[in-house]
Protein backbone atom coordinates (compact mmCIF):
# COMPACT_ATOMS: atom_id res chain seq x y z
CA UNK A 1 0.00 0.00 0.00
CA UNK A 2 1.03 3.70 -0.39
CA UNK A 3 1.50 6.11 2.48
CA UNK A 4 4.08 7.65 4.50
CA UNK A 5 5.76 6.38 6.87
CA UNK A 6 7.09 8.13 9.77
CA UNK A 7 9.34 6.85 12.38
CA UNK A 8 10.01 6.16 15.43
CA UNK A 9 6.84 6.73 16.62
CA UNK A 10 7.69 7.88 20.21
CA UNK A 11 11.24 9.74 20.63
CA UNK A 12 12.37 11.12 23.93
CA UNK A 13 15.84 13.51 24.02
CA UNK A 14 17.45 15.66 26.34
CA UNK A 15 17.61 19.14 26.37
CA UNK A 16 20.38 20.02 24.18
CA UNK A 17 20.60 16.91 21.77
CA UNK A 18 19.53 17.40 17.95
CA UNK A 19 17.21 14.86 16.78
CA UNK A 20 16.27 13.60 13.61
CA UNK A 21 12.40 12.59 12.62
CA UNK A 22 12.17 10.53 9.29
CA UNK A 23 9.51 10.76 6.86
CA UNK A 24 9.63 8.34 3.61
CA UNK A 25 6.73 8.22 1.09
CA UNK A 26 6.29 5.55 -1.62
CA UNK A 27 3.50 7.88 -3.34
CA UNK A 28 5.58 9.31 -6.10
CA UNK A 29 4.64 12.76 -4.42
CA UNK A 30 7.04 15.87 -5.74
CA UNK A 31 5.59 17.64 -2.32
CA UNK A 32 6.31 17.47 0.94
CA UNK A 33 6.02 19.20 4.20
CA UNK A 34 6.66 19.19 7.90
CA UNK A 35 3.77 20.17 10.81
CA UNK A 36 3.71 20.64 14.19
CA UNK A 37 0.67 19.97 16.25
CA UNK A 38 0.08 21.16 19.88
CA UNK A 39 -2.97 21.10 21.98
CA UNK A 40 -5.12 23.61 21.05
CA UNK A 41 -3.46 24.88 17.97
CA UNK A 42 -4.18 24.32 14.82
CA UNK A 43 -1.27 22.52 12.50
CA UNK A 44 1.88 24.87 11.99
CA UNK A 45 4.24 24.53 8.35
CA UNK A 46 7.88 24.22 9.46
CA UNK A 47 9.20 23.34 6.41
CA UNK A 48 7.92 22.16 3.03
CA UNK A 49 9.78 21.00 -0.19
CA UNK A 50 8.44 21.10 -4.12
CA UNK A 51 10.79 19.20 -5.61
CA UNK A 52 14.04 17.25 -5.09
CA UNK A 53 17.13 19.55 -3.59
CA UNK A 54 15.14 22.72 -2.87
CA UNK A 55 12.97 23.68 -0.05
CA UNK A 56 11.48 26.31 2.05
CA UNK A 57 11.14 27.94 5.30
CA UNK A 58 7.03 27.64 6.99
CA UNK A 59 5.93 29.75 9.22
CA UNK A 60 7.75 28.68 12.21
CA UNK A 61 10.99 27.52 10.97
CA UNK A 62 13.30 28.79 13.72
CA UNK A 63 15.46 25.76 15.21
CA UNK A 64 14.62 23.37 12.63
CA UNK A 65 16.69 21.91 9.84
CA UNK A 66 15.44 19.66 6.59
CA UNK A 67 17.34 17.89 3.71
CA UNK A 68 15.52 16.78 0.38
CA UNK A 69 17.89 14.55 -1.37
CA UNK A 70 15.31 12.03 -2.48
CA UNK A 71 11.80 12.20 -3.71
CA UNK A 72 10.84 9.93 -1.30
CA UNK A 73 12.32 10.99 1.87
CA UNK A 74 12.14 14.60 3.73
CA UNK A 75 13.65 13.94 6.68
CA UNK A 76 13.39 16.93 9.70
CA UNK A 77 16.09 18.20 12.46
CA UNK A 78 14.47 19.57 15.61
CA UNK A 79 17.80 21.54 16.91
CA UNK A 80 18.49 22.64 20.67
CA UNK A 81 17.85 25.94 18.92
CA UNK A 82 14.11 25.05 19.54
CA UNK A 83 13.45 26.41 22.56
CA UNK A 84 10.18 24.20 22.90
CA UNK A 85 10.65 20.83 20.54
CA UNK A 86 7.80 18.97 22.74
CA UNK A 87 5.09 18.45 19.71
CA UNK A 88 3.76 15.64 17.93
CA UNK A 89 5.16 16.41 14.22
CA UNK A 90 3.70 15.50 11.31
CA UNK A 91 5.01 14.97 7.79
CA UNK A 92 2.64 15.40 4.61
CA UNK A 93 2.98 15.34 0.84
CA UNK A 94 0.87 15.93 -2.15
CA UNK A 95 1.41 15.97 -6.01
CA UNK A 96 1.98 18.78 -7.83
CA UNK A 97 0.31 19.98 -10.51
CA UNK A 98 -2.88 18.53 -9.52
CA UNK A 99 -5.05 22.05 -8.76
CA UNK A 100 -5.97 21.81 -5.03
CA UNK A 101 -4.89 18.16 -4.26
CA UNK A 102 -5.16 17.28 -0.52
CA UNK A 103 -2.51 16.35 1.59
CA UNK A 104 -1.85 13.26 2.84
CA UNK A 105 -0.14 12.53 6.09
CA UNK A 106 1.96 10.07 8.04
CA UNK A 107 0.91 8.92 11.42
CA UNK A 108 3.38 11.48 13.43
CA UNK A 109 6.14 11.24 15.69
CA UNK A 110 5.79 12.24 19.11
CA UNK A 111 8.71 13.85 20.53
CA UNK A 112 9.47 15.08 24.12
CA UNK A 113 12.05 16.56 25.53
CA UNK A 114 13.39 16.87 28.64
CA UNK B 1 -4.14 37.52 7.94
CA UNK B 2 -6.21 34.38 6.89
CA UNK B 3 -7.69 32.87 10.01
CA UNK B 4 -9.99 29.58 10.70
CA UNK B 5 -11.64 29.12 13.89
CA UNK B 6 -13.72 25.95 14.55
CA UNK B 7 -16.18 25.45 17.15
CA UNK B 8 -17.08 24.04 19.47
CA UNK B 9 -13.63 22.84 20.78
CA UNK B 10 -15.43 19.77 22.12
CA UNK B 11 -18.43 18.34 21.46
CA UNK B 12 -19.89 15.03 23.15
CA UNK B 13 -22.81 13.35 21.32
CA UNK B 14 -25.06 10.44 22.25
CA UNK B 15 -25.26 7.82 19.83
CA UNK B 16 -28.09 8.58 17.24
CA UNK B 17 -27.72 12.12 18.38
CA UNK B 18 -27.20 14.50 15.07
CA UNK B 19 -24.79 17.66 15.40
CA UNK B 20 -22.96 19.89 13.60
CA UNK B 21 -19.74 21.39 13.94
CA UNK B 22 -18.34 24.79 12.48
CA UNK B 23 -15.81 26.16 10.59
CA UNK B 24 -15.67 29.91 10.21
CA UNK B 25 -12.97 31.10 8.14
CA UNK B 26 -11.58 34.72 6.74
CA UNK B 27 -9.11 34.73 3.67
CA UNK B 28 -8.40 36.53 0.85
CA UNK B 29 -8.71 34.54 -2.49
CA UNK B 30 -10.02 30.68 -1.29
CA UNK B 31 -9.24 28.37 -3.00
CA UNK B 32 -10.59 25.01 -1.25
CA UNK B 33 -11.52 24.41 2.08
CA UNK B 34 -10.76 20.95 3.33
CA UNK B 35 -12.01 18.52 6.30
CA UNK B 36 -10.06 15.94 7.90
CA UNK B 37 -10.53 13.36 10.22
CA UNK B 38 -7.62 12.75 12.86
CA UNK B 39 -7.79 9.73 15.69
CA UNK B 40 -5.81 10.16 18.83
CA UNK B 41 -2.11 9.23 18.15
CA UNK B 42 -2.45 9.41 14.03
CA UNK B 43 -2.26 11.46 11.14
CA UNK B 44 -5.06 14.06 10.02
CA UNK B 45 -7.04 11.39 6.87
CA UNK B 46 -8.75 13.85 4.47
CA UNK B 47 -12.74 13.96 4.10
CA UNK B 48 -13.88 16.51 1.52
CA UNK B 49 -12.71 19.27 -0.50
CA UNK B 50 -15.77 22.44 -0.98
CA UNK B 51 -14.33 24.63 -3.58
CA UNK B 52 -17.32 27.46 -3.54
CA UNK B 53 -20.04 28.58 -1.80
CA UNK B 54 -23.62 26.08 -1.58
CA UNK B 55 -21.21 23.58 -2.66
CA UNK B 56 -22.45 20.28 -0.56
CA UNK B 57 -19.95 16.56 -0.03
CA UNK B 58 -21.45 13.52 1.93
CA UNK B 59 -19.69 10.34 2.78
CA UNK B 60 -21.80 8.25 4.64
CA UNK B 61 -22.95 9.91 8.35
CA UNK B 62 -20.93 13.27 6.93
CA UNK B 63 -21.78 16.12 4.85
CA UNK B 64 -20.31 19.04 4.36
CA UNK B 65 -21.72 22.56 3.18
CA UNK B 66 -20.06 26.04 2.40
CA UNK B 67 -21.10 29.38 2.71
CA UNK B 68 -19.01 32.85 2.02
CA UNK B 69 -17.39 32.92 5.26
CA UNK B 70 -18.11 29.70 6.76
CA UNK B 71 -18.42 25.48 6.49
CA UNK B 72 -20.75 23.46 8.79
CA UNK B 73 -19.52 19.01 9.30
CA UNK B 74 -23.03 17.65 9.91
CA UNK B 75 -23.15 14.28 11.32
CA UNK B 76 -25.86 12.19 10.91
CA UNK B 77 -26.65 9.76 13.44
CA UNK B 78 -23.21 9.40 14.88
CA UNK B 79 -22.08 6.21 16.17
CA UNK B 80 -19.56 5.53 18.19
CA UNK B 81 -16.31 4.95 15.66
CA UNK B 82 -17.54 8.39 14.77
CA UNK B 83 -15.47 9.70 17.47
CA UNK B 84 -12.08 11.69 16.21
CA UNK B 85 -11.19 15.54 15.87
CA UNK B 86 -12.25 17.49 12.67
CA UNK B 87 -10.13 19.65 11.30
CA UNK B 88 -10.87 22.17 8.61
CA UNK B 89 -8.26 23.84 6.83
CA UNK B 90 -8.23 26.82 4.11
CA UNK B 91 -5.82 27.32 0.82
CA UNK B 92 -5.49 30.91 -0.64
CA UNK B 93 -2.69 31.19 -3.28
CA UNK B 94 0.05 30.92 -0.97
CA UNK B 95 -0.67 28.81 1.94
CA UNK B 96 -2.95 26.37 3.76
CA UNK B 97 -4.20 27.53 7.20
CA UNK B 98 -5.93 24.96 9.78
CA UNK B 99 -8.03 25.15 12.15
CA UNK B 100 -7.39 24.13 16.06
CA UNK B 101 -10.12 21.09 15.33
CA UNK B 102 -13.27 19.74 17.32
CA UNK B 103 -12.99 16.84 19.11
CA UNK B 104 -16.27 14.48 18.29
CA UNK B 105 -16.76 11.80 21.27
CA UNK B 106 -19.98 9.75 20.50
CA UNK B 107 -21.27 7.54 23.45
CA UNK B 108 -23.23 4.22 23.19
Known amino acids: DGGITQSPKYLFRKEGQNVTLSCEQNLNHDAMYWYRQDPGQGLRLIYYSQIVNDFQKGDIAEGYSVSREKKESFPLTVTSAQKNPTAFYLC?????????????FGNGTRLTVT | EDQVTQSPEALRLQEGESSSLNCSYT??????LFWYRQDPGKGPEFLFTLYSAGEEKEKERLKATLTKKESFLHITAPKPEDSATYLCAVRNDYKLSFGAGTTVTVRA
Open chain 2, 27 to 32: VSGLRG
Open chain 1, 92 to 104: ASRPNGILNSPLH
